[in-house]
């Protein structure tokens, strides 16, 4: 054999050897990748570090292999104590569940405000207009009664002096609202920008007249205490993941699209735009606001007793302020 093809075997064999190890260094990262599932309520773009975080390969970095399960947001933390989840991401029901005693613990937040638009026909132009109308929400009680009554206050208007109509999602809200049935009604993306290409009016963001934390990840107080590395890395691969998004619109829209199955990139570009308004900016809230979240949940629960905000929420998994 001469000397050429000698040295073409050698290299041969030594590209095979490190193909090998490759493979069975990947094989072996996958099978110790830790799995994990993550309750989500909907396919909606405040979920969009936990789509960002699994397409980009963050959670992969950090050693898990996280699941996507969607259910109501009812279920969620139900769900998270029956141990079927590892972790939830509706906030309101964890805060809601703390008041009433369950151990549970808010340790990242994506949003601290809402993200609708209150969507009136064209007729109306403010919302002190909306006066003696019928105005629809998704539940009584709800996230969206407390903002259409809030919005309703902070414009002059008493809600007494309004018809809460009970709707249900914001694609029944949205025909109600073309056909006239009701006046207004607040409208989730994208629902709130097919409404303005059909020539329906914005009296207002919502997320402009109140801040509440409603999307992040919450798990169990005992979890915090089992596995704090595990929550350091899923707190640490949702704030890559939120600091790419922020910086790399496009890279970003084509993950929406197939997280959101929307097929329209005017849509997915205004959504994103709109998603920016909500977000926190390092996954905590301040003191103040986690208070009064509190405070709000033991009142709608009939709970007299005091509970201080680190019951709820916990940011000390979260990377240090830089």
């Not at 960002?52 to 969607?70: K, T």
């Not at 909306?130 to 206050?153: A, E, N, P, Y």
């Not at 409208?187 to 992040?216: D, M, Q, V």
């Amino acid at each position: 054999m001469t000397e050429k093809k000698k040295t073409g075997v050698k290299g041969l064999r030594s590209a095979l050897l490190g193909v090998g190890i490759l493979v069975l260094f990947l094989a072996h990262a996958t099978a110790a990748a830790e799995n994990v599932k993550v309750g989500i309520p909907s396919l909606t773009v405040t979920m969009m570090p936990l789509a960002v975080a699994r397409e980009r390969g963050f959670f992969q970095q950090e050693g898990l292999s996280v699941e996507l399960v969607l259910m109501p947001a009812a279920l969620n933390i139900k769900v998270l104590l029956s141990g079927d989840l590892d972790y939830a991401t509706t906030v309101g029901s964890a805060v809601v569940a703390a008041v009433r005693g369950i151990d549970v613990r808010v340790v990242m937040l994506f949003v601290d405000r809402p993200i609708q638009d209150l969507v009136a026909t064209p007729k109306i132009n403010s919302i002190a207009e909306l006066k003696g109308r019928v105005i629809g929400i998704s539940s009584r009680g709800g996230l969206h009664d407390v903002i259409v009554r809030r919005m309703l206050q902070q414009s002059g208007v008493d809600p007494a002096q309004a018809s809460l109509l009970t709707m249900g999602g914001s694609g029944p809200m949205l025909a109600a609202i073309k056909s006239g049935r009701i006046a207004a009604g607040l409208l989730n993306p994208p629902y709130n920008f097919l409404a303005y290409r059909e020539g329906l009016k914005s009296l207002g963001f919502s997320g402009s007249f109140i801040r509440i934390p409603s999307t992040g990840l919450v798990t169990l107080r005992e979890k915090l205490d089992r596995m704090p590395d595990q929550i350091r890395r899923m707190a640490r691969a949702l704030s890559r993941a939120r600091t790419f998004a922020r910086e790399q619109k496009p890279a970003v829209v084509p993950i929406l699209r197939r997280f959101l199955r929307i097929d329209d990139e005017d849509l997915l570009s205004r959504i994103y735009d709109y998603h920016q308004r909500v977000e926190t900016a390092d996954g905590r809230v301040d003191a103040a606001l986690a208070a009064e979240t509190i405070r709000d949940a033991r009142l709608s629960e009939g709970v007299a007793k005091e509970i201080p905000v680190e019951q709820v929420f916990d940011f000390s998994y979260l990377t240090p302020h830089r």
